[in-house]
C-alpha cells in the first residue's frame, strides 16, 4: 500500500514550456486535491475533484488545469509555466466520509527560470 | 483574507519541556480543525484532530485545545523530544465548505532542543 505517490520529486522548467504532474492514490479514495507551498504562506489549495468525474478551482487555481483521469489518478498542468509558479505542489486524497482528514504526498518541488 | 492564522513562524524549546502551538481562525462556519506535521522533504502528515463539539481531543503526548468563543486552538506536545522538530499547520473545514476542503495556516516552525 503506497498511499499517495507523486511523479516527478523535481524539476526545472525554463518560462513557457508546459508539464503534467502526476498523482495516485492506493487507497479507493473519493475526493483529491492539489496544493502549493510557498514560504510563509502555508498550503494553498489549487484545484480538487470531490468525486470522480468531477473538478473544481480552489484558491489559486489561475495558470493551471486538471484531470481526474479516474478514481485514482490526478494530474495537475501547467500550460506555460511561469517563475511564480516555483513551489513545492503537493497531491492529497481523501475518503468522503466523516473525517476530513486527507493524506498527502511526498511533494514536487519545481523551478521555473 | 487569511482565514486561519499561526501568528508565530518559530518556536524554540527544551527536550522535555512543553511546546505550545497556537492557531485563530476567522470563519465561524469551520466546524472541524486538524494539525499536521511537515519534516523537510517530505509531505505533511495528520498529527490529531478535533470536532467543534468537544474543547480538548488527547492523543499521547498530543493534546489539542479549542477554544469556539475565541476563535482559537492550540497545540500541546509534553514531554517535547527532539524528534518533534518540525512545521506544523493548523487547518480547518466544515459541512458547508465545499468538498470538505481544508484551508491551512502558514505553519509554525518547531525546534526542540536537546
Known amino acids: 500500500n503506497a498511499g499517495v505517490t507523486q511523479t516527478p520529486k523535481f524539476q526545472v522548467l525554463k518560462t513557457g514550456q508546459s508539464m503534467t504532474l502526476q498523482c495516485a492514490q492506493d487507497?479507493?479514495?473519493?475526493?483529491m486535491y492539489w496544493y502549493r507551498q510557498d514560504p510563509g504562506m502555508g498550503l494553498r489549495l489549487i484545484y480538487y475533484?470531490?468525486?470522480?468525474?468531477?473538478?473544481d478551482k480552489g484558491e489559486v487555481p489561475n495558470g493551471y488545469n486538471v484531470s481526474r483521469l479516474n478514481k485514482r489518478e490526478f494530474s495537475l498542468r501547467l500550460e506555460s509555466a511561469a517563475p511564480s509558479q516555483t513551489s513545492v505542489y503537493f497531491c492529497?486524497?481523501?475518503?468522503?466520509?466523516?473525517?476530513?482528514?486527507?493524506?498527502f504526498g511526498p511533494g514536487t518541488r519545481l523551478t521555473v527560470t | 483574507d487569511q482565514q486561519v492564522k499561526q501568528n508565530s513562524p518559530s518556536l524554540s524549546v527544551q527536550e522535555g519541556r512543553i511546546s505550545i502551538l497556537n492557531c485563530d481562525y476567522t470563519?465561524?462556519?469551520?466546524?472541524?480543525f486538524l494539525w499536521y506535521k511537515k519534516y523537510p522533504a517530505e509531505g505533511p502528515t495528520f498529527l490529531i484532530s478535533?470536532?467543534?463539539?468537544?474543547d480538548k481531543n488527547e492523543d499521547g503526548r498530543f493534546t489539542v485545545f479549542l477554544n469556539k468563543s475565541a476563535k482559537h486552538l492550540s497545540l500541546h506536545i509534553v514531554p517535547s523530544q527532539p524528534g518533534d522538530s518540525a512545521v506544523y499547520f493548523c487547518?480547518?473545514?466544515?459541512?458547508?465548505?465545499?468538498?470538505?476542503?481544508?484551508?491551512f495556516g502558514e505553519g509554525t516552525q518547531l525546534t526542540v532542543n536537546p
Open positions: 475533484s470531490a468525486s470522480e468525474g468531477t473538478t
Open positions: 492529497a486524497s481523501r475518503w468522503t466520509g466523516s473525517s476530513y482528514e486527507q493524506y
Open positions: 487547518a480547518a473545514s466544515g459541512e458547508e465548505t465545499s468538498g470538505s476542503r481544508l484551508t
Open positions: 478535533i470536532s467543534s463539539i468537544k
Open positions: 487507497m479507493n479514495h473519493n475526493s
Open positions: 470563519n465561524s462556519m469551520f466546524d472541524y
